[in-house]
């Protein structure tokens, strides 16, 4: 699977630009603020309905303009597919498969499964559980159709459950509510567990090339103590659950470790590895759903040649193209890229000021 055709029209500084990309490695190049990324930005916004860059998505609609629209045909193995996508300022949002309107956006992200690599993508490795369960979730959803909706629903009595809780609501009251919970939960980190294996497996080919004498562990935690079942937990904590107001653990603080030896990944490596390292869990990722469901990801990579040797940027872009995915880099000196690379890149871009070129 890949874009075929991208259409962009007012989005961020880009007011109109077509473009016909490759199936295989796609070169942008440009200066600083031409709008590199903005042309990223904008393909994982048609594949997931929101920006990578800002939690607020009117900011990527062009200032003084009152929407956004993004088009683009999908070479699939059955033909191509239109998916259209219309972003208002005022929230609403239109999206169109095949000219059918669609109300979740969970088949969008169904449709075009997106793997992005930015320089702010440490945040894997640095803020938080919430991206690493994000990033564990995205493999969880596209491997096993059923994660969606028992996902869906942990959240949701899980919100429930924890008004009930603000409300001081017994025990008793609470414990109809643990027991969807339970079931639910169950599934979750069942499917949750076998993708973290699953991706471990592939991991380690990548790992081994990008970072061959670091001993890098990455494995997963449910949430809670591996001890316990959930349904235990869950009585167990509730006087601390009441007066914390929140239920404390459970599959919502489901969390991926990495660890090099017995220090923290972000502790033991320097930027260039971190970034190898994040490189190599997306790359592993994409290779497993190919693998899984026979799908392949787009890739977004953004600023390839940051924090990156030439040996490193050779690497990198070889195991890139060894997924057999479509592939889109940036960069600010076309050679950053070209130089790594043995056969010069299917296609290459040029941005100016939003203005998009290709270079025959
Ligand atoms: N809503 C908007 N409307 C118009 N222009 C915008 C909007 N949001 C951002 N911009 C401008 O779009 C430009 C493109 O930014 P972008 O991050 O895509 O550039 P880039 O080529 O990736 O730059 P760099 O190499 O510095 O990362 C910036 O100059 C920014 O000021």
Same mark, same amino acid.
């Given at each position: 699977?890949?874009?075929?055709?991208?259409?962009?029209?007012?989005?961020?500084?880009?007011?109109?630009?077509?473009?016909?990309?490759?199936?295989?490695?796609?070169?942008?190049?440009g200066?600083?603020?031409?709008?590199?990324?903005?042309?990223?930005?904008?393909?994982y916004?048609? @594949?997931?309905?929101?920006?990578?860059?800002?939690?607020?998505?009117?900011?990527?609609?062009?200032?003084?303009?009152?929407?956004?629209?993004?088009?683009?045909?999908?070479?699939?193995?059955?033909?191509?597919?239109k998916?259209?996508l219309?972003?208002?300022?005022?929230?609403?949002?239109?999206?169109?498969?095949?000219?059918?309107?669609i109300?979740?956006?969970?088949?969008?992200?169904?449709t075009?499964?997106?793997?992005v690599?930015?320089?702010?993508?440490?945040?894997?490795?640095?803020?938080?559980?919430?991206n690493?369960?994000?990033?564990?979730?995205?493999?969880?959803?596209?491997?096993?159709?059923?994660?969606?909706?028992a996902?869906?629903?942990?959240?949701?009595?899980?919100?429930?459950?924890?008004?009930?809780?603000?409300? @001081?609501?017994?025990?008793?009251q609470?414990?109809?509510?643990?027991?969807?919970?339970?079931?639910?939960?169950?599934?979750?980190t069942?499917?949750?567990?076998?993708?973290?294996?699953?991706?471990?497996?592939?991991l380690?080919?990548?790992?081994?090339?990008?970072?061959?004498?670091?001993?890098?562990?990455v494995?997963?935690?449910?949430?809670?103590?591996?001890?316990?079942?959930?349904?235990?937990?869950?009585e167990?904590?509730?006087?601390?659950?009441?007066?914390?107001?929140?239920?404390?653990?459970?599959?919502?603080?489901a969390?991926?470790?990495?660890?090099?030896?017995?220090?923290?990944?972000?502790?033991?490596?320097?930027?260039?590895?971190?970034?190898?390292?994040?490189?190599?869990?997306?790359?592993?990722? @994409?290779?497993?759903l190919?693998?899984?469901?026979?799908?392949?990801?787009?890739?977004?990579v953004?600023?390839?040649?940051?924090?990156?040797?030439?040996?490193?940027?050779?690497?990198?872009?070889?195991?890139?193209s060894?997924?057999?995915?479509?592939?889109?880099?940036?960069?600010?000196?076309?050679?950053?890229?070209?130089?790594?690379?043995?056969?010069?890149?299917?296609?290459?871009f040029?941005?100016?000021? @939003?203005?998009?070129t290709?270079?025959?």
């Open positions: 699977m890949s874009l075929h055709r991208l259409h962009i029209d007012t989005f961020r500084n880009i007011h109109s630009a077509q473009l016909l990309p490759s199936s295989g490695l796609n070169l942008i190049y200066d600083n603020g031409s709008g590199k990324t903005s042309i990223l930005e904008a393909i916004f048609l @594949g997931m309905g929101r920006s990578f860059r800002s939690h607020l998505s009117q900011r990527v609609i062009q200032n003084e303009q009152e929407q956004l629209t993004l088009f683009a045909q999908l070479q699939k193995e059955e033909g191509l597919l998916v259209g219309r972003r208002y300022r005022n929230g609403d949002i239109d999206v169109k498969i095949d000219g059918e309107r109300k979740r956006l969970s088949v969008l992200a169904e075009l499964p997106i793997q690599i930015t320089p702010e993508s440490f945040s894997l490795l640095f803020e938080g559980p919430k690493r369960r994000q990033f564990i979730d995205w493999g969880a959803f596209h491997s096993d159709p059923q994660f969606y909706l996902w869906a629903n942990v959240r949701k009595i899980m919100k429930h459950r924890n008004q009930m809780l603000k409300t @001081g609501s017994a025990y008793s609470i414990q109809f509510w643990d027991k969807e919970l339970v079931n639910y939960g169950a599934l979750v069942e499917i949750r567990m076998q993708y973290v294996d699953s991706l471990n497996a592939q380690k080919g990548i790992i081994g090339e990008f970072l061959p004498r670091v001993d890098v562990k494995s997963f935690s449910r949430g809670w103590d591996s001890k316990t079942e959930l349904s235990q937990l869950l167990n904590q509730y006087p601390r659950d009441l007066a914390s107001g929140f239920t404390v653990s459970g599959p919502h603080k969390d991926l470790r990495l660890r090099v030896g017995n220090l923290p990944a972000q502790d033991a490596l320097s930027r260039g590895q971190l970034k190898l390292l994040v490189c190599a869990l997306r790359i592993a990722q @994409g290779k497993l190919k693998q899984q469901i026979g799908k392949n990801s787009i890739y977004l953004d600023d390839l040649p940051s924090e990156l040797d030439a040996q490193h940027r050779q690497l990198l872009l070889r195991q890139l060894e997924t057999g995915a479509q592939v889109f880099v940036t960069a600010i000196e076309p050679s950053a890229i070209v130089d790594s690379l043995q056969t010069p890149p299917s296609k290459v040029h941005v100016e000021q @939003g203005q998009v290709v270079i025959e």
